[in-house]
């Protein structure tokens, strides 16, 4: 390839050799407004210059800026047009020369204008409703062809009136709407070159602001540190800004204004009467603004504004008061005194309760605007005090006091009258009212007190009261007393009459209400004291020809009935009263006659019940009401729940209990209690009262509903486990350290182990009576009890009844059985045996001896009273194991009393009996009276437990001449034994235990 061209252009250059050729490659152009292009001239031949014309024939410069020609070597030379507009257009000529000889060419060059869109804005920003004219501005050569689109579909001006398309290709919209919208696409053709090219508008339509008031009107008050909300919602597109202007000034957050983020709410602060006014809120966006004015109304509570104290004096003609109050609304004003309300306008009748006249058509009310005035007429010294002005309106009220002052002249109260005797002091009270104070001066028939002579009265002064003190000796201190009070208004003078005092009359008895030991004397009151209060009253009775007995009774407000205690049933009395005071006792009245009534049951006991700090724990209090003529046996208690029917084990209490405190209730449950009186005639009627336990605070919940947590069952045994442990455990200690207890019983049955009683084999052969053990002391109680008084109505003697109440009182010592309980474990301790000779009294006496263990047990001291008899006591615990009480024997040659361990016990020498017969136990059924809170509890018997009982009288031998000692002392098991201080004396010989 490379020989053949170079073979053509050696030919071509050989046939040109003499001639100069010139060609333009391209051969034609057309350009681009805008573009640039080169054309490129060869010479074929020597050229020496080779040039460029422009289309106007001018030589093209070399330092054109848009057309530039460069010569790149010998043969070629660059036309190179830049930015080609519309006058680059027209035929250049390329012109080669060598001399005179000449060669040139053309090429034509046209310029066109491509699609160029000068002017499509985007977004273009429309007013809702205005007519739109939507720009899009293009230009080419040939001018393109418009289309119009919205929506991917072509506008068909033909078939929407509102849309058109005018001739410089704008798009024009006629009363644009939010529904308009949207993205619109410009595009342009030229159909010659086959050309398009489109730009996207968008389009956008401003809605104007529209606002709405919340509320057109806000109320506030002022002056009262509260804030004030203005609030208005405005709408529009785009989104508009709010503001607020209060006087044309537009209002910005501070220290007295606070906006929210788009400032749709205005808070006004610390509200003043000054705020009130309108607001503007203003909501503006790019389709303009609107505006709402918002009203704001401020109101002022009322305050009173003027008030002042005011001075007047009694009978002046009148005084006004003023009272001056601001507020918005405009305040009504009102006046008050004490519980009394003026009106305005109102002329009324003004009462001081109980204490003065009443003020007629006196006061009259005035307002005007804000000011009210409250006029009294003819001044009063009752006027003074503190009237009350109130102002109020809508929204509030305020109260403020002034202090109306009236100066009067004394005026003197209280009674004239006192009553007194000789020796008796008295004060005659001078109350005095007076403004300003007064000076109080008493005289007594001219003379000033006190005087000289007079020693026996004394004046006592205090702010609003003078009391003259008179100790009357004789009846010339009784009259009148003058007390002058004076201050600058006036004098004034009130006599006061001293009287001497009297007895009272009579009381009336009206009625005597009589039953067995008790009556009930109904009366009335003396028809005259005598000045001065009854103190007392004495009633007085007796039987028909013999002496009067008497009791006083304290005079208590409202008493029109006494009860006079003692009497014997059956029996005819005679009955009278007199009154007593200061004075001395008045006449008593006629005498009235009543017959008491036979011996009968006793009256029901009146009950009282109070719940204890444990809420299921209740004492019934009991007071004896007449006991029928019999003295009360003892007290029958019983108790239920209300909810069921049968009644708890019944109490039995002794004749001196006053109550009964009931344990172990059921909690928040209601229970009915039935206290009895009996007597030797039978039971009373019952006394009956009803409660109700609180609830239990302390209840263990149920397990857990997911089994977790341990049953009542599972608790109860736990329990009875750890008890039957802890007995195993005191059991055993009682076996080492005391050698007694069960484990001891059964090492001495079936083990052949030496029980405690070896240590007293002396004691029961008769050679160591007075020995002791080793380890441990014996406690001997040695009591003396003197002779009972026997019962009311001479019978036989009544067992006693020594059980204490259910819970008795520290204080309650008479009621504390003295009997030594001795514990199975210590019982088999160390056991002495101790004597006491009976001193030779007139009085019966009889000793105990009362065997102890080596712990110490508190023991209530003896005392004369058939209750607290240690013999009574011993029988009730001892009445159902030992029916008779073994004889006396003699120390020196002491039986041996078998043990119950022992399997073959020996039988003991006969004891001869002493010259009284053997002194019989109480009967068993005594032991029925002591019951309390259940069953009676017998004392403990101990299975290994030695007992002798010795006695000595004056150094002789007492012996058995019957073996029916020796039984009883064989089958006495019991730890004490006593003999009962009631057994009979034989021949005048005392009983000895």
Same mark, same amino acid.
């Given at each position: ?277 309108? $607001? ?106 503190? $009237? ?71 004046? $006592? ?197 006053? $109550? ?334």
């Amino acid at each position: 390839m490379l020989q053949i061209r170079d073979l053509i252009w050696g030919l071509l250059f050989i046939g040109c050799a003499a001639a100069i050729q010139v060609q333009i490659t391209p051969t034609q152009g057309e350009i681009s407004v805008g573009d640039s292009k080169f054309f490129l001239c060869e010479v074929v031949g020597d050229a020496k210059d080779i040039d460029w014309y422009a289309p106007s024939g001018e030589k093209i410069a070399p330092n054109r800026p848009d057309i530039i020609v460069s010569r790149s070597d010998e043969t070629m030379s660059t036309l190179t047009i830049y930015h080609a507009n519309v006058d680059s257009a027209g035929i250049y000529k390329c012109v080669a020369k060598n001399g005179d000889k000449e060669a040139q060419a053309t090429v034509q060059v046209k310029i066109f204008q491509r699609i160029t869109f000068e002017s499509a804005p985007s977004p273009q920003e429309f007013n809702e409703g205005d007519d739109a004219d939507i720009v899009c501005d293009v230009v080419s050569s040939p001018p393109p062809t418009i289309i119009w689109k919205h929506k991917g579909s072509r506008i068909q001006v033909a078939k929407d009136v509102r849309f058109r398309i005018v001739d410089n290709g704008h798009l024009q919209i006629r009363g644009i709407k939010k529904t308009d919208e949207g993205m619109y696409n410009c595009e342009a053709r030229v159909m010659a070159r086959g050309e398009i090219d489109f730009r996207m508008i968008k389009v956008v339509v401003n809605v104007l602001p529209t606002i709405r008031a919340r509320q057109s009107e806000v109320n506030s008050t002022a002056d009262i540190g509260s804030s004030a909300l203005l609030a208005c919602d405005a709408d529009g597109f785009p989104e508009p800004t709010v503001t607020w202007a209060h006087n044309n000034i537009v209002l910005e957050t501070g220290d007295k204004y606070s906006l929210n983020e788009d400032g749709s709410e205005l808070v006004i602060k610390d509200v003043k009467k000054v705020d009130e006014g309108d $607001y503007t809120c203003i909501a503006k966006n790019k389709a303009g603004e609107k505006a709402e004015e918002v009203s704001l109304n401020v109101f002022v509570q009322p305050k009173i504004t003027y008030l002042n104290n005011q001075t007047a004096s009694e009978f002046d003609e009148q005084v006004t008061l003023t009272c001056e109050a601001s507020g918005d609304p405009t305040p009504t004003i009102s006046w008050s005194f004490e519980n009394r309300v003026f009106s305005e306008g109102e002329q009324a009748s003004w009462t001081r309760p109980d204490k003065y006249e009443s003020l007629d058509r006196n006061i009259v009310v005035r307002s005007h605007a804000r000011v009210s005035s409250l006029t009294l007429k003819n001044v009063l010294f009752t006027y003074a005090g503190q $009237y009350l002005c109130t102002a109020s309106n809508s929204i509030g009220q305020d109260n403020q006091h002034m202090y109306l002052e009236v100066r009067y002249a004394p005026k003197i109260l209280g009674p004239v009258t006192v009553y007194t005797w000789e020796g008796n002091a008295a004060n005659i009270s001078c109350e005095v009212e007076a403004h300003p104070g007064a000076s109080v001066v008493w005289f007594r028939e001219g003379f000033q007190l006190p005087s000289a002579n007079t020693t026996n009265m004394k004046i $006592y002064n205090t702010p609003t009261i003078s009391y003259l003190e008179i100790t009357p000796d004789s009846q010339n201190d009784f009259g009148s007393y003058n007390c002058t009070a004076t201050n600058v208004m006036g004098t004034e003078s009130k006599e006061f009459l001293l009287i001497q005092a009297d007895v009272p009359s009579s009381p009336e008895i009206q009625q005597v209400e009589p039953f067995s030991s008790t009556a009930v004397v109904k009366f009335e009151e003396p028809d005259s004291v005598g000045g001065v209060p009854i103190m007392k009253y004495r009633v007085e009775w007796r039987l028909p020809g013999q002496g009067w007995t008497g009791s006083e009774h304290d005079a208590k407000d409202d008493m029109t009935t006494i009860t006079i205690v003692g009497l014997k049933p059956e029996t005819i009395y005679e009955v009278k009263m007199s009154a007593i005071n200061g004075k001395g006792e008045g006449e008593s009245s006629p005498a009235s006659t009543f017959k008491t009534e036979p011996v009968r049951e006793p009256s029901a006991p009146k009950l009282e019940a109070r719940v204890q700090q444990r809420g299921n724990s209740i004492k019934i209090s009991f007071i004896e009401q007449d006991d029928g003529g019999s003295p009360i046996k003892h007290f029958l208690v019983r108790y239920k729940p209300k909810h069921v029917s049968d009644w708890k084990p019944e109490i039995r209490l002794p004749n001196s209990s006053e $109550y009964v405190l009931l344990n172990g209730l059921d909690w928040n449950t209601e229970y009915e209690v039935h206290v009895v009186a009996e007597n030797q005639q039978g039971k009373s009627e019952p006394g009956i009262v009803s409660f109700r336990t609180a609830t239990d605070t302390t209840t263990i919940p149920d397990a857990m509903a997911d089994g977790s947590g341990l049953g009542t069952g599972a608790i109860v045994g736990i329990l009875i486990v750890v008890f039957f442990l802890l007995l195993v455990g005191v059991d055993v200690t009682c076996y080492f350290l005391n050698k007694c207890g069960l484990l001891m019983c059964i090492a001495v049955n079936f083990c052949g182990k030496s029980g405690p009683g070896a240590k007293s084999k002396d004691i029961e052969e008769g050679k160591a009576a007075f020995t002791t053990d080793e380890s441990k002391e014996p406690i001997v109680e040695v009591r003396a009890e003197e002779e009972h008084t026997p019962n009311q109505g001479g019978g036989p003697t009544e067992p006693n009844e020594t059980t204490p109440l259910t819970e008795p009182e520290p204080a309650a010592a008479d009621t504390t059985s003295t009997v030594v309980n001795l514990l199975p474990s210590t019982a088999t301790n160390s056991v002495a045996e101790s004597f006491s000779t009976a001193q030779s009294s007139p009085a019966s006496e009889s000793t105990t001896l009362t065997t102890s263990a080596s712990s110490p047990t508190k023991a209530a001291p003896a005392k004369s009273s058939p209750q607290n008899s240690p013999a009574a006591q011993s029988s009730a615990l001892n009445a159902n194991t030992q029916p008779d009480v073994g004889p006396l024997v003699d120390l020196s040659d002491t039986p041996k009393v078998p043990s119950p361990c022992d399997p073959a016990p020996p039988v003991s020498e006969p004891v001869s009996p002493p010259s009284a017969d053997p002194v019989k136990a109480p009967d068993s059924t005594q032991n029925k009276d002591l019951q309390v809170d259940g069953p009676t509890k017998d004392a403990p018997n101990t299975p290994c437990t030695d007992s002798t009982t010795s006695a000595q009288n004056d150094g002789k031998t007492v012996k058995d001449e019957n073996t029916k000692g020796e039984t009883e002392l064989k089958n006495a098991t019991d730890e004490v034994k006593t003999v009962p201080n009631e057994a009979p004396q034989m021949n005048g010989n005392e009983s000895k235990a």
